[in-house]
């Protein structure tokens, strides 16, 4: 299993421009979850998916940000426009279930830097 | 709602010696505990698990963690440290909704 893929590893854009994040969770997994990790704050749930459907987006800082899932093996994170205050590290998760006794699988991450 | 609680945001210790990393977890139902851990520009790794089987769980790179119903504890173990033991340890624990991070603790190894 290739587990969680995210892409790109690393994002570096202008402030003002448009970002967009993809994840492609393990197959078979129903749940899926995005995070953004700082310094200051720490890791944030951002939104969550139960079979392509989101549940929970109260994480999410802004209008300016917005995660869809058209299908089970696809994410995407979007934040337009972006600002600096967005940089941050950016985790997908997948589980079997929100509550699963199995845990999340983390991809490795974007590392977005807005400039 | 669920809360974790990771006692130190630093803990340093010498190669060879005992790590102990603190997890507390407000509960009034056992949750399912976990321990993650995340090297440097990488993800979060499971490390361990425990779903109320034994209440002491073995994980990968010797690591250990030892449920403990009366003090809502799951404090992470191992009896001798390695520099490559080096990284941020997270605790997290979920019952019926998304898993609770606690804040995380750096774990520093001298030589």
């Known amino acids: 299993d290739a587990g969680v893929i995210q892409s790109p590893r690393h994002e570096v854009t202008e402030m003002g421009q448009e970002v967009t994040l993809r994840c492609k969770p393990i197959?078979?997994?129903?749940?899926l979850f995005w995070y953004r990790q700082t310094m200051m704050r720490g890791l944030e749930l951002l939104i969550y998916?139960?079979?392509?459907?989101?549940?929970?987006d109260s994480g999410m800082p802004e209008d300016r940000f917005s995660a869809k899932m058209p299908n089970a093996s696809f994410s995407t994170l979007k934040i337009q426009p972006s600002e600096p205050r967005d940089s941050a590290v950016y985790f997908c998760?997948?589980?079997?279930?929100?509550?699963?006794?199995?845990?999340?699988?983390f991809g490795s991450g974007t590392r977005l830097t807005v400039v | 709602a669920q809360s974790v609680t990771q006692l130190g945001s630093h803990v340093s210790v010498s190669e060879g010696a005992l790590v102990l990393l603190r997890c507390n977890y407000s509960?009034?139902?056992?949750?399912?505990l976990f321990w993650y851990v995340q090297y440097p520009n990488q993800g979060l790794q499971l490390l361990l698990k425990?779903?109320?089987?034994?209440?002491l769980v073995k994980g990968i790179n010797g690591f250990e963690a030892e449920f403990k119903k009366s003090e809502t504890s799951f404090h992470l173990t191992k009896p001798s440290a390695h520099m490559s033991d080096a990284a941020e340890y997270f605790c997290?624990?979920?019952?019926?909704?998304?898993?609770?991070f606690g804040k995380g603790t750096m774990l520093l190894v001298s030589p």
């Open positions: 998916f139960n079979n392509n459907v989101p549940i929970d």
């Open positions: 509960s009034s139902v056992p949750p399912y």
């Open positions: 997290a624990a979920s019952g019926y909704s998304t898993l609770t």
């Open positions: 998760a997948s589980s079997f279930s929100e509550d699963s006794p199995y845990g999340y699988t």
């Open positions: 425990y779903t109320s089987a034994a209440t």
């Open positions: 197959s078979g997994h129903n749940s």
